[in-house]
């Protein structure tokens, strides 16, 4: 009861801009446009967010109780895939399981001739892209849809085009002309059609470019609106665009608390930051859409903490290692690893409050924090300081404060480290895949 209070506290924080009074914060919401190859990021659960006003996300508390466990799943699922057999090692556009997404962040998309604006989630470890068609039976009727009839430029796949057979479980039943695929993930499903359009991202336009329509969707695990995957296997965003950006992009993603699209996604070689810190990209041939790094230790202030070597290793075979996701929201650990941080945290932490836990955090202080600790996450050729923003989560009026990453969880293979959204957040994290690379630099993006 009192942790369901505090909770609530929480979230109302994290919403920060007056959540008792969206509307009033709505107003002074701003839309920056997209210009060049830059496009707008938006965080979907930020007060600006088109996605609040939707029934699925009606209540911002409801949305963060129900985020704690979806990202406790999105782990499970993330290391369940590092370790799936090679017979998966092929990205299709709408894998099955990859529908237990979590839209974190928001971009617009234009989608057809003339165009027509869509919103879709950022997913750097998918590689499908999809949106809902009009029509579509269980899509969100609050967001906007694709009207394939009003666009001159949209065309079905037909059954035996080579994208077709690129897909998991594609479907061509007896008679049909086109190419579609039905799948289900526990009690979810999704029916689409494979189809090309142009997608303009921008000020940049793909023609042809090859995603799944929604026509029609059941259960609560498909994202309401529609997917960027920005994974690196083929028929993925990146693979469909290496013309045009050359398999290289970076983001700064806002925080919670950003009430206008103040986050970039900037696509391409043009504009990149030259000089900055960057760690080897390494692959997974059984996964190769997910970004994998060599994270060699960790320090918590000025220690660098004792972290068995295997727990960090990277080792295809098993899937264990460390990846960059911006589909989790508080980075986790493999268990030994999270306990000696915080242990090490808990030793350096000034608070006048207790040690308490909330939700899935073990870490809490029911005081003020008057200090924490840095951590710094050491990798190959690079380490990255965060700091205290980066680290802590705050309820009203500093009541209580989190430590905010947890240990990965128990069951199944948890041998996965996954650096989350929260703690890339104000920071411009560059995907250089061509030189397998990956970039970090401190940039304010929260207006
Ligand atoms: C998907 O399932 C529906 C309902 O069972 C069926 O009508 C449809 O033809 C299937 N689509 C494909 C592409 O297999
Ligand atoms: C990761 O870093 C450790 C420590 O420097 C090194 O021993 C190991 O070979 C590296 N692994 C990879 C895959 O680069
Ligand atoms: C912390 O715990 C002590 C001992 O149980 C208690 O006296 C004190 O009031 C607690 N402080 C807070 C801020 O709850
Ligand atoms: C990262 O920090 C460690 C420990 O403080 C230090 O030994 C190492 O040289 C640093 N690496 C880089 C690339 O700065
Ligand atoms: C939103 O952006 C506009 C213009 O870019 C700026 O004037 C305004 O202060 C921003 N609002 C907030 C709350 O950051």
């Known amino acids: 009861m009192a942790a369901a209070v505090l909770l609530l506290n929480l979230l109302l924080v994290m919403a920060a801009a007056d959540v008792l009074d969206a509307a009033a914060a709505k107003s002074r919401c701003v839309t920056p446009p997209d210009e060049g190859s830059t496009v707008r990021v938006l ?33 499970i699922f993330l290391a369940s895939l590092a370790t799936t057999s090679a017979r998966r090692s092929f990205v299709p556009l709408a894998p099955g399981r990859q529908l237990l997404q979590i839209p974190n962040y928001v971009v617009r998309a234009k989608v057809g001739s003339p165009p027509q604006t869509m919103l ?23 967001l906007p849809s694709f009207t394939a009839s009003l666009s001159s430029t949209f065309r079905s796949l037909p059954c035996g085009s080579p994208q077709c057979s690129q897909v998991a479980n594609p479907a061509c039943p007896a008679g049909a002309a086109s190419c579609g695929f039905n799948l289900t993930f526990g009690s979810s499903s999704i029916q689409a059609g494979i189809v090309q359009d142009s997608l303009a991202l921008a000020s940049d336009v793909v023609p042809s470019y090859t995603f799944g329509c929604l026509q029609k969707v059941t259960g609560s695990s498909v994202p309401p609106q529609g997917l960027l995957g920005l994974g690196r296997g083929p028929l993925s965003f990146l693979s469909q665009t290496k013309d045009l950006y050359s398999s290289t992009f970076s983001y ?14 900037r ?4 504009g990149q930051p030259k000089r900055i810190k960057t760690t080897p990209l390494l692959s997974n041939p059984h996964r190769p859409s997910l ?25 295809p075979a098993t899937g264990a290692g460390t990846i960059i996701d911006a589909g989790t929201m508080f980075t986790r650990l493999v268990a030994p690893a999270y306990t000696a941080v915080r242990d090490e945290f808990r030793r350096r932490v000034k608070s006048s409050g207790n040690l ?14 008057t200090f924490a600790p840095t951590i710094t996450l050491m990798f190959t050729g690079m380490n990255v300081t965060l700091p205290a923003d980066n680290v802590l989560i705050h309820s009203t009026a500093g009541s209580i404060t989190c430590l905010a990453m947890a240990a990965a969880p128990e069951n199944v293979n948890s041998v996965l480290n996954v650096v989350a959204n929260m703690q890339q957040q104000n920071h411009r994290v560059l995907f250089d895949v061509p030189n397998a690379k990956i970039g970090f630099a401190r940039e304010p993006c929260t207006a």
């Open 267 to 270: 696509l391409g070689l043009a």
């Open 356 to 369: 308490t836990t909330l939700g899935g955090f073990d870490t809490c202080y029911d005081g003020a924090v």
């Open 120 to 142: 879709v989630a950022l997913d750097n470890s998918n590689d499908a892209a999809w949106f809902p068609c009009a029509g579509c039976v269980g899509c969100a009727s609050s």
């Open 252 to 265: 700064c993603l806002p925080s919670f608390k950003s009430l206008n699209f103040s986050g970039t996604l």
């Open 43 to 75: 965080h979907a659960f930020g007060p600006c967010s088109p996605l609040r006003s939707s029934g699925r996300f009606a209540s911002w508390e409801d949305t963060l109780m129900d985020l704690q466990s979806r990202d406790r799943s999105r782990v």
């Open 291 to 315: 970004y994998y790094v060599n994270m060699t230790g960790i320090r918590v202030g000025s220690r660098v903490v004792a972290i068995p070597p295997s727990v960090l290793a990277f080792d």
